[in-house]
C-alpha cells in the first residue's frame, strides 16, 4: 500500500447529529448521496480496497434470547442443531484455513444471551491463538460484564461485535427479552476495557425509514462513534419470527435502493468508521453490492458461511472483486492508525490485486 501526503479537507467526525440532518441526507437524490458518501470515503479509506472478515460460530443454536429475525433463538423452530462450544483447537484450525483463504480479520460468534466466565477462559484462549496467527481478532458473545470484557481485551481481543440492531423506538417488536439500555451498557463496557467498538443493524425489518435514521443517529451520537457498523440486510430464515410476520412491502419493505442509501448515510455520519456490508449479499446482485461500496462499504464478511446461513463464497467474491477491480485491505495495517491520527493523508491501494 502506498501513502501520498496529498493534503486533503478531512470531514471531522460529529457527535451531534439532528434526527432532521439525518433524515434529509436520506432525502437526497441517489446519485447526490452516492457521491457526496464515496468523497468522503476517500478522505480517509483506500479507494477500491475492501477488507475481508471470516465468521465462525463457535456456538450454535438453543440461544434463551427471543431476536425475532434470528435461527438461533430456541423460541423458534428453525431446524437449526444445537451444538456445544467448539473446542480451542478446532477453532483455530479454522482459523488458520480463512487465513490461507485471504481473510484478515477472524470473527467468532456465539448463541448466548451473555457468556460465563468459565466461557470467557475458552473464548480468550481462542483470541489468543487467532493473534498468534497474525490476524485481527473479534468475538460477538452477547451481553458482557465489565470484568469479562477488561478479560478479553488482556487477550488481545481486537473488536467486540454488538449490534443495536434497529431504532430504539422499533427495538421492543423485534427483542423482548432484552433492552435497548441493556445493548448500550456492554457496548460502554467494551468501550472502557479499550476493546474497539463493532455495532450496527439490519435494514428489512419492517422497520421504518424514520427508524433507520433513529438508528443511524444512536450511532453517530455516540460519545465515540464505533470503529465498525455492520449493516446487515435481513436473511429471511424460516420459522423466526420475522420470517413468518408479513412485512408490508409497500410500506416498509426494503429495496435495494433503501440499503445503498443507508450504507451511505452510515458512511457520511461516521467518516472514520470502516463500514461492512454484512448479512444478505447472497441474495444481493453484483449490482447492488458495487453501488454499496461506492455508498462507502468498506468490509466484507468473506467465506461460504455467516454464522449459519450461506454467504457468497470465495469464488463469488473472488470473481466480484476482481469484476469491479476491488482489493482486499488489511485496515489494521500501521498506515490506517496514521491516517486516523492525523486526519489529512491521502492513501491509495494497490494498484493491481493480490
Ligand atoms: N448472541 C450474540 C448477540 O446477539 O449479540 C451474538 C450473535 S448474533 C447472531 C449477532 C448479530 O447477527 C445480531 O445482532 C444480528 O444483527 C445479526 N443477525 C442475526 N440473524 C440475522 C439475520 N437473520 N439476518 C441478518 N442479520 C442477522
Ligand atoms: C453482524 O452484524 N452480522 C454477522 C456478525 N455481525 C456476527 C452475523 C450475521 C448472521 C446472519 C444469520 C446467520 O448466519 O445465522
Ligand atoms: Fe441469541 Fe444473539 Fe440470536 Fe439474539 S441474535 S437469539 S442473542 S444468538
Known amino acids: 500500500m502506498t501513502l501520498s501526503t496529498t493534503t486533503t479537507t478531512t470531514t471531522t467526525p460529529r457527535h451531534d447529529w439532528t434526527t432532521a440532518e439525518i433524515a434529509a441526507l436520506f432525502e437526497l437524490p441517489l446519485l447526490e448521496l452516492v457521491f457526496q458518501a464515496q468523497q468522503v470515503h476517500r478522505e480517509?479509506?483506500?479507494?477500491?480496497?475492501?477488507?475481508?472478515?471470516?465468521?465462525?460460530s463457535i456456538k450454535t443454536g438453543g440461544c434463551s434470547e427471543d431476536c425475532g429475525y434470528c435461527p438461533q433463538s430456541a423460541r423458534y423452530d428453525t431446524g437449526?442443531?444445537?451444538?456445544?462450544?467448539?473446542?480451542?483447537?478446532?477453532?483455530?484450525?479454522?482459523?488458520?484455513?480463512?487465513?490461507?483463504?485471504?481473510?484478515?480479520?477472524?470473527?467468532?460468534?456465539?448463541?448466548?444471551?451473555?457468556?460465563?466466565?468459565?466461557?470467557?477462559?475458552?473464548?480468550?484462549?481462542?483470541?489468543?491463538?487467532?493473534k498468534g496467527l497474525g490476524m485481527e481478532a473479534c468475538v460477538t458473545l452477547g451481553m458482557l460484564t465489565a470484568e469479562q470484557a477488561q478479560r478479553l481485551k488482556a487477550a488481545g481481543l481486537d473488536y467486540y461485535n454488538h449490534n443495536i440492531d434497529t431504532s430504539p423506538e422499533y427495538y421492543p417488536e423485534i427483542i423482548t427479552t432484552r433492552t435497548y439500555d441493556d445493548r448500550l451498557q456492554?457496548?460502554?463496557?467494551?468501550?472502557?476495557?479499550?476493546?474497539?467498538?463493532?455495532?450496527?443493524?439490519?435494514?428489512?425489518?419492517?422497520?421504518?425509514?424514520?427508524?433507520?435514521v433513529s438508528m443511524l443517529k444512536t450511532l453517530a451520537t455516540l460519545p465515540e462513534h464505533p470503529d465498525s457498523v455492520p449493516i446487515n440486510m435481513l436473511v429471511k430464515v424460516k420459522g423466526t419470527k420475522l420470517a413468518l410476520?408479513?412485512?408490508d412491502e409497500e410500506k416498509d419493505g426494503v429495496?435495494?435502493?433503501?440499503?445503498?442509501?443507508?450504507?451511505?448515510?452510515?458512511?457520511?455520519?461516521?467518516?472514520?468508521?470502516?463500514?461492512?456490508?454484512?448479512?444478505?449479499?447472497?441474495?444481493?446482485?453484483?449490482?447492488?453490492q458495487a453501488l454499496c461500496f461506492m455508498a462507502g462499504a468498506n468490509s466484507v464478511f468473506w467465506g461460504e458461511k455467516l454464522l449459519t446461513t450461506?454467504?457468497?463464497?470465495?469464488?463469488?467474491?473472488?470473481?466480484?472483486?476482481?469484476?469491479?477491480?476491488?482489493?482486499?485491505?488489511?485496515?489494521?495495517?500501521?498506515?490506517r492508525d496514521a491516517h486516523a491520527a492525523c486526519g489529512h493523508v491521502q492513501i491509495d491501494a494497490p494498484a493491481a490485486a493480490e
Open 44 to 56: 480517509r479509506f483506500p479507494k477500491n480496497a475492501v477488507q475481508r472478515a471470516q465468521l465462525l
Open 255 to 288: 429495496d435495494g435502493i433503501e440499503l445503498v442509501r443507508t450504507v451511505a448515510v452510515a458512511r457520511i455520519v461516521m467518516p472514520a468508521t470502516v463500514v461492512r456490508l454484512s448479512a444478505g449479499r447472497e441474495q444481493m446482485s453484483d449490482e447492488l
Open 186 to 212: 456492554t457496548l460502554q463496557h467494551v468501550r472502557d476495557a479499550g476493546v474497539n467498538v463493532c455495532c450496527g443493524g439490519i435494514v428489512g425489518m419492517g422497520e421504518t425509514r424514520a427508524d433507520r
Open 80 to 130: 437449526l442443531e444445537r451444538e456445544k462450544l467448539m473446542p480451542v483447537d478446532e477453532v483455530l484450525a479454522e482459523a488458520m484455513k480463512a487465513k490461507a483463504n485471504g481473510a484478515s480479520r477472524y470473527c467468532l460468534g456465539a448463541a448466548w444471551r451473555s457468556p460465563k466466565d468459565r466461557d470467557v477462559d475458552a473464548v480468550c484462549e481462542m483470541v489468543k491463538g487467532i
Open 310 to 335: 450461506k454467504n457468497n463464497g470465495a469464488s463469488r467474491d473472488e470473481r466480484l472483486f476482481a469484476k469491479l477491480g476491488l482489493v482486499a485491505w488489511e485496515p489494521s495495517a500501521p498506515e
Open 245 to 247: 410476520r408479513q412485512i
